[in-house]
């Protein structure tokens, strides 16, 4: 009788895991161990493809916010890519179970060099008519409002309070508006 093999474990199905245990457990629940015992491996398995719980987080929190960058189609002014990134931001975190708490305690992934990144994330921006400089700034704005709005999004209690007071939806976008509107570019 011929023996099934499980798939080889690599970085892909790793993240994948652990993602799929983030999205049944919450991240209280999200452990290395439940990770292995996800993909049928011992724990010790996992630490040959990522250094410790705070690599994996992070290589998570890359991938939303990768799939966020992919999602941005192609537009001839810079505003409107800031709004559309944070749409495409807002709709990646909330598209797992605690993505902007998973988001916002991440750290960047080990082997990141931040003038690389820096250089990767700004380049729509830059294409745009930004410098490097106003081009960060403006997208860390961005960011850590549309964390924070997620982050209150995915609180059930705070959003049904919140709903019970103003239209959720319309006033991401109203306060996304007038953040992007105010912004001013310098001089490169």
């Known amino acids: 009788m011929k023996r099934r093999t ?101 750290k960047p992934a080990a082997a990141s060099d931040p003038h690389e990144s820096a250089a990767r994330i700004t380049a729509p921006l830059i294409a745009l008519g930004l410098t490097p400089q106003t081009a960060l700034s403006f997208q860390a704005a961005v960011i850590s409002y549309t964390l924070g709005w997620a982050m209150f999004e995915a609180n059930g209690p705070m959003h049904d309070f919140l709903d019970r007071m103003m239209i959720f939806e319309d006033s991401f976008e109203t306060g996304l508006d007038a953040m992007v509107a105010g912004f001013e570019p310098q001089a490169a």
């Not at 080889?8 to 983030?22: K, P, T």
């Open 6 to 106: 499980a798939p080889a474990l690599d970085r892909d199905r790793l993240i994948a895991a652990s993602f799929a245990v983030l999205e049944a457990e919450g991240m209280e629940g999200l452990s290395m161990r439940r990770v292995a015992a996800h993909l049928g491996v011992q724990a010790p398995a996992i630490y040959w493809h990522v250094g410790d719980k705070a690599e994996l987080l992070g290589l998570m929190a890359r991938d939303i916010y990768a799939a966020a960058y992919a999602a941005v189609p192609q537009i001839e002014d810079w505003r409107g890519w800031l709004r559309r990134f944070a749409q495409a931001l807002r709709s990646s975190l909330a598209g797992h179970r605690d993505g902007a708490r998973l988001c916002a305690v991440a």
